[in-house]
């Protein structure tokens, strides 16, 4: 008669060990889950700051906004990665960020990918906000996802946490302290979320395809911009850029305006090649930078030759009108006949303005607004060039 009940209990002490194993599992799969989106953060925050403080750190002659190269042969540094306007991907550069191995969940250092329109060696021609990145991300059902940030929905870097290894991948440890393959060429035996691993072309990443146990953390350029508008110091390190740029203009007679307009008194138009230029924005430690910013600028002058324009401190022969960021939709700078057309830079008030021959209503200083740095600083600034 014993017999059903120690049977009974025998069941009952079986579930529980069951039960048990099933909690231990599900609770060291939370931990290396909650290991992975910790490593993927410090790393994502750590690039972001990376760019926003490039020019500031060991980089005096660049500009902002620049991330880190690829760790490509194993040491935790960045290196040189491929061509201009390249994608590349390996480990992330771990002692360039001051950062340790970071590992995700499974013990795997952290794989990184950056477009070549953001890297920082070697440099694309113009990097500002305009700039897009090159991978488009997709969720589990093939859907685009459009990340906010940037114009055309894509992440100009990814982190990635590979996880353990899947069927057909093959890791060996090496003298390294992230493994083996030190040239990162044997990345598809880690990383299954991308479609290609260089080129200029987009580059689709789907982290949720079946096969594929990667984590991402995406970067965009709006991400970095958004941190750089923060400081105090952001807004006059731009007008500084401004300021150099209506110097190098102020010539006599001014150059000619690229692609002109007429509109009023001035003819509008793109800003001349600023390598034909001397002044203070060809110097060594703004180079980099007005280059960068051109595009985003506009040039006017007086097509009689004389001053026509009324400043807010006396007469101009021309203006250099900065042209902020975008309006939202209405003004696309994707394609280069997008970035060539003046009113997707400059508001209509400030058309209007200089074609009844006016600058006094248009602020000279650029504003940044700190309190609210996901905001767009798309009020049109012009300096008067006497």
């Known amino acids: 008669m014993f017999l059903p009940a120690l049977l009974v209990l025998a069941a009952l002490g079986a579930v529980g060990w069951l039960l048990s194993q099933q909690a231990s599992a599900a609770s060291r799969q939370l931990r290396q889950d909650m290991q992975t989106a910790h490593a993927?953060?410090?790393?994502?925050?750590?690039?972001?700051?990376?760019?926003?403080?490039?020019?500031?750190?060991?980089?005096?002659?660049?500009?902002?906004?620049?991330?880190?190269c690829p760790d490509l042969d194993g040491d935790g540094s960045s290196e040189t990665c491929g061509g201009k306007d390249q994608a590349s991907v390996g480990r992330l550069p771990y002692l360039t960020l001051n950062l340790p191995d970071l590992r995700d969940g499974a013990g795997e250092c952290l794989w990184y990918a950056v477009a070549g329109s953001i890297k920082n060696n070697p440099k694309a021609d113009v990097l500002n906000w305009d700039s897009t990145g090159r991978f488009r991300l997709h969720d589990a059902s093939g859907t685009t996802i459009a990340l906010p940030g940037d114009q055309a929905g894509l992440a100009a870097a990814l982190v990635i946490a590979a996880g353990p290894p899947r069927d057909g991948q093959h890791r060996s440890a090496g003298p390294a302290r992230c493994g083996g393959d030190p040239e990162a060429r044997n990345i598809l035996h880690y990383v299954e979320a991308l479609a290609a691993t260089g080129g200029s072309d987009i580059i689709d990443v789907r982290p949720d395809a079946p096969g594929s146990n990667d984590r991402i953390a995406p970067i965009t350029t709006g991400d970095i911009h958004r941190q750089l508008k923060r400081r105090s110091s952001y807004g006059p390190y731009l007008q500084g850029l401004l300021q150099a740029t209506a110097a190098c203009l102020a010539k006599s007679p001014l150059p000619a305006v690229v692609a002109p307009e007429n509109l009023g008194p001035v003819e509008l138009g793109r800003l001349p090649p600023l390598?034909?230029?001397?002044?203070?924005?060809?110097?060594?430690?703004?180079?980099?930078?007005?280059?960068?910013?051109?595009?985003?600028?506009?040039?006017?002058?007086?097509?009689?030759?004389?001053?026509?324009?009324?400043?807010?401190?006396?007469?101009?022969?021309?203006?250099?009108?900065?042209?902020?960021?975008r309006s939202g939709s209405s003004q696309p700078r994707l394609t280069p006949a997008d970035r060539q057309a003046t009113a997707n830079y400059l508001e209509a008030p400030t058309l209007a303005a200089l074609a009844a021959g006016h600058l006094g209503g248009l602020p000279e200083r650029i504003d940044l607004p700190f309190t609210s740095s996901d905001s767009a600083v798309s009020t049109d600034v012009a300096l008067c060039i006497p």
């Open 40 to 68: 993927l953060a410090v790393a994502r925050e750590a690039l972001i700051g990376f760019a926003a403080t490039y020019r500031s750190k060991e980089h005096p002659d660049a500009d902002f906004g620049y991330l880190p």
């Open 275 to 325: 390598d034909r230029l001397s002044g203070p924005c060809r110097n060594a430690e703004l180079r980099d930078a007005t280059t960068n910013w051109a595009e985003t600028m506009r040039y006017a002058r007086c097509r009689s030759g004389s001053d026509c324009l009324a400043g807010p401190a006396g007469r101009c022969r021309g203006a250099l009108i900065f042209g902020g960021e």
